[in-house]
């Protein structure tokens, strides 16, 4: 097994995001192996959504640094776009998929 096989996929150090004085993220660490499922939960307004829009550069963090696929986001080399190519989100909406029923 070579050292890229066992580097994360995703790797959070040290993360910060603030709004003015509200602070949103404080000091998110988080390591994901491919493969690994991962349950992100909490009560409303506790980080998640913001969590996952700062892995996709939707939201730019304030400290720290995201690492996905080997790549840091924040490195200018990087052209976030391909990125995203690799990575799925899907937005937090109640009628997400107003043409789908329970």
Request: glycine share 8%; aromatic share 6%; no cysteine.
């Amino acid at each position: 097994m070579n050292a890229q096989a066992s580097s994360p996929i995703i790797s959070i150090a040290g993360v910060w995001k603030f709004f003015g004085s509200l602070t949103a993220l404080r000091d998110i660490n988080l390591d994901i192996q491919q493969g690994e499922r991962v349950v992100i939960i909490g009560p409303s307004g506790s980080g998640k959504s913001t969590m996952l829009r700062s892995i996709n550069s939707l939201e730019t963090i304030d400290r720290g640094r995201i690492v996905v696929d080997g790549k840091d986001l924040h490195d200018p080399a990087n052209n976030i776009n391909v990125i995203r190519q690799e990575l799925g989100m899907v937005f937090q909406s109640f009628n997400l998929f107003p043409h789908k029923t329970v």
